[in-house]
């Protein structure tokens, strides 16, 4: 009897043990890190200051504060000076199911004078200078062996040839503009070491690969002499890292949480009126039967009540909790120009990063199989 009574223990235990692990791994936050260039592919040099160790020394500091996080799992895409195919550098994001993929690189220009961040987003911008800085980063492909048959015909000297962009690329372009706006907001904190230059669109080849919100960022101009050395510098280096990564930990807060759900604060009641009617975040007791739409808000680890003048006056607001994450959305409809037009209405109230989501039988898809 007491060696039956051990054994339950122990298996009881181990499966505490694996459920525990399991929780942890459903919780962990997926952050690829590509340092640009490498190796034989210098990237941008000038007067010593080469981009490809700039770019390596600022991703193993972001990842360095990523890591103190233990629900963050952090996947480089190279920690030493060897040469990464670009589609590689994305498939490694990809077979790792990464959340986020956040590829740092150094600006150049033969006008010393120019200087700014930049953190692009894949898209198809017209600008000159925009496309000039995809034309640069994605030549990289040459260097590569086979690069014409691995492309199929892509021209790096033509940005443009990347227009056949995805419907997959489309769902994730919201929240690459989110990460991006963080990292950003967070420059601009930096004040006179670092001119803020704002997110920008433009069509990057390893950007164009990877299957998740992504973000490219251009840390600042090696070719200026002042920022140049400032990006050549350990304290500058650390300033870059501490401000990408203080964006990547937002977006991880704001989208996935913390995995400690916040509780709603209790607020004073200022009068004895009726309340207002507020929608229910109950779930329905049977789904209903077809595919239908839903703007998703925002994603949050506090809970907030649903009432209108909490969501910037949108009423038909509802709430998921899922993964410890307070999950809010507006509208439903089975028409998916109706829920084009609620995103726009979102994104008029300042929800900037609100996307569309879909479910098929109470069951979520890809918003592509929906569309179809």
């Given amino acids: 009897m007491r060696r039956s009574n051990k054994i339950k223990v122990i298996v009881t235990f181990f499966l505490t043990i694996l459920s525990f692990c399991a929780y942890s791994q459903s919780n962990v936050f997926k952050v690829t890190l590509d340092a640009g260039h490498g190796d034989h592919d210098f990237g941008a040099v000038y007067s010593g200051r080469i981009e490809k160790n700039i770019a390596l020394a600022i991703v193993l500091k972001v990842g360095k504060i990523l890591e103190l996080n233990p629900n963050?799992?952090?996947?480089?895409?190279?920690?030493?000076?060897?040469?990464i195919d670009l589609v590689e550098r994305a498939n490694i994001a990809n077979r790792a199911n990464s959340n986020i993929f956040v590829s740092i690189h150094c600006n150049a220009n033969k006008?010393?004078?120019?200087?700014?961040?930049e953190t692009y987003v894949m898209g198809l911008s017209k600008t000159a200078s925009n496309l000039e800085?995809?034309?640069?980063?994605?030549?990289?492909?040459?260097?590569?062996?086979?690069?014409?048959?691995k492309y199929?015909?892509?021209?790096?000297?033509?940005?443009?040839?990347?227009?056949?962009?995805?419907?997959?690329?489309?769902?994730?372009?919201?929240?690459?503009i989110s990460l991006a706006s963080k990292i950003e907001d967070n420059f601009e904190k930096l004040g006179k070491k670092l001119r803020q230059g704002g997110v920008k669109q433009a069509p990057f080849m390893v950007l164009h690969k990877a299957y998740m919100p992504r973000v490219l960022v251009?840390?600042?101009?090696?070719?200026?002499?002042?920022e140049g050395n400032i990006l050549n510098s350990e304290e500058g280096q650390d300033d870059i890292a501490k401000a990408i990564a203080e964006a990547i930990l937002s977006y991880k807060r704001e989208y996935f949480g913390s995995g400690n759900p916040e509780a709603v604060e209790a607020k004073p009641v200022k009068d004895t009126a009726k309340p207002k009617a507020v929608v229910s975040s109950a779930p329905a007791k049977?789904?209903?039967?077809?595919?239908?739409?839903?703007v998703q808000l925002i994603a949050s680890i506090k809970k907030t009540t649903l009432e209108p003048k909490n969501f910037k006056g949108l009423k038909n607001v509802t709430m998921l909790y899922e993964n410890n994450i307070y999950k809010y959305f507006y509208e439903e409809t089975a028409d998916y120009d109706a829920a084009?037009?609620?995103?726009?209405?979102?994104k008029s109230k300042g929800y900037g990063a609100a996307f569309l989501t879909a479910t098929k039988d109470g069951e979520k898809i890809d918003i592509k199989d929906a569309i179809k």
């Fill in 111 to 117: 006008n010393t004078a120019a200087d700014g961040t």
């Fill in 286 to 294: 049977s789904a209903p039967k077809g595919t239908f739409f839903k």
């Fill in 218 to 226: 251009e840390t600042g101009f090696v070719s200026n002499p002042t």
């Fill in 72 to 83: 963050v799992n952090v996947i480089y895409t190279r920690k030493t000076d060897v040469f």
């Fill in 133 to 149: 800085a995809a034309r640069k980063e994605n030549s990289v492909i040459t260097l590569e062996k086979d690069y014409k048959r």
């Fill in 340 to 346: 084009k037009k609620y995103l726009q209405e979102a």
């Fill in 152 to 176: 199929e015909g892509f021209d790096p000297n033509s940005p443009e040839s990347l227009i056949g962009i995805t419907l997959m690329q489309e769902e994730y372009l919201d929240n690459s």
